[in-house]
């Protein structure tokens, strides 16, 4: 047989149409499984034995009150003494003086660390009040632990709006109906995800949220005694989110639960310039062009920075050569 013919028998055998050569695949994001069953026994004893021995640490009210009196007994300063809400303030001298006469589970706070964590004045004194939040917000953190379902540190969106929808019975809310509650809540709960789940991962570390002045700013509506003022002015009060209820449904003309670019430009009489817009909607996640509750935020956000606070801003920042006055000339030459 020639070499012709057998080159033949070779190409006859051969398959017509081969298959095509295997493509690559594109990796997948790496997405740890929070929920793993098989460990889940497992870090639940841990975080029971560990939230077993944080309770020895947390005082009760009374408790509370008598290491209340001891700042005052033994602070350096003191501001507004004679209004009704004074401000005590203590040197660490006097913190350890304080040490050594409050109950014995309470002095895991009193120790240098601690101190050092708060923020101090001039004098380096601090606020007296610091170290009963720190109490009071180690009870919310183990309050908000209970919720989370994978015991690591971590609560999802669901599990914090479970605890908020709990928490409400002790805040100083008015009566909600059942359709606003549910835009309530939603409304809380964007307000930590939008500052401490950058990432969008879904989930949120106990910790940063019990340290954050937004929990500290929750936390002030369960004082029952709040003044009007006080409630007016506070993120989570019914008022505040039924005026950015309000907005939102006014700026919503398609009533999907969603704003567009053209309808966030009629906010404020179109007061956003449209390079703002621009740089909002390329930064912000959109769903078909349009923004979720997000933007409630951002609308309430603007309602309360005061104009003044803008003015001093740009003041310090063009830093002109003639105090009050920003010229072409002067901004030339400003440092």
Same mark, same amino acid.
């Given at each position: 047989?020639?070499?012709?013919? %057998? ?8 398959? @017509?149409?081969?298959? @095509?050569? @295997? ?5 997948? =994001? ?22 077993? %021995? ?35 303030? !203590? ?7 304080? %040490?050594e006469k409050v109950l014995p589970k309470l002095r895991p706070y009193f ?14 004194? !601090? ?16 309050? $908000? ?46 307000? =930590?995800?939008?500052? $401490? ?21 929750l936390m002030e509506l369960k004082d029952l005694s709040l003044s009007q ?34 309808? $966030? ?11 703002? $817009?621009? %740089?909002? =909607? ?31 801003? !740009? ?21």
């Amino acid at each position: 047989m020639s070499l012709v013919q %057998r080159l033949q028998q070779a190409l006859d055998k051969l398959d @017509p149409n081969p298959p @095509p050569p @295997p493509q690559e695949e594109i990796p997948k =994001f790496y997405r740890k499984d929070y929920y793993d069953e098989s460990i889940l026994p497992l870090r639940k004893a841990v975080y029971q034995h560990k939230n077993a %021995r944080r309770q020895e640490y947390i005082a009760t009210s009374q408790e509370l009150e008598e290491t209340w009196e001891l700042f005052k007994m033994y602070h350096d300063s003191i501001i507004n003494a004679t209004s009704k809400d004074p401000k005590y303030y !203590i040197s660490y001298k006097k913190f350890k003086i304080v %040490r050594e006469k409050v109950l014995p589970k309470l002095r895991p706070y009193f120790t240098a660390k601690h101190f050092l964590g708060f923020k101090q004045t001039d004098k380096k004194l !601090i606020s007296a009040i610091c170290i009963v939040n720190l109490d009071l917000l180690m009870e919310g953190y183990d309050s $908000l632990s209970d919720y989370g379902q994978t015991y690591d540190g971590f609560v999802t969106e669901d599990e914090l709006q479970l605890y908020i929808e709990d928490l409400i019975p002790s805040l100083c809310l008015r009566p909600q109906s059942a359709q606003f509650r549910k835009f309530y809540l939603c409304n809380c709960v964007k307000k =930590f995800t939008f500052f $401490l789940d950058k990432n969008r991962n879904g989930r949120m570390k106990i910790m940063n949220i019990v340290l954050s002045p937004i929990f500290v700013e929750l936390m002030e509506l369960k004082d029952l005694s709040l003044s009007q003022e006080l409630q007016d002015n506070n993120w989570f009060s019914t008022s505040v989110s039924m005026r950015v209820y309000g907005e939102f449904i006014r700026l919503d003309t398609d009533k999907n639960g969603m704003l567009s670019r053209k309808e $966030l430009a009629r906010y404020r009489n179109g007061n956003l310039t449209r390079a703002f $817009l621009d %740089r909002l =909607f390329a930064e912000m996640q959109t769903y078909g062009g349009e923004m979720d509750v997000v933007i409630r935020m951002f609308a309430a956000n603007l309602d309360a920075i005061p104009k003044s606070d803008v003015v001093n801003e !740009i003041f310090d920042m063009v830093n002109p050569k003639v105090k009050h006055y920003i010229t072409l000339k002067g901004k030339l030459y400003a440092k």
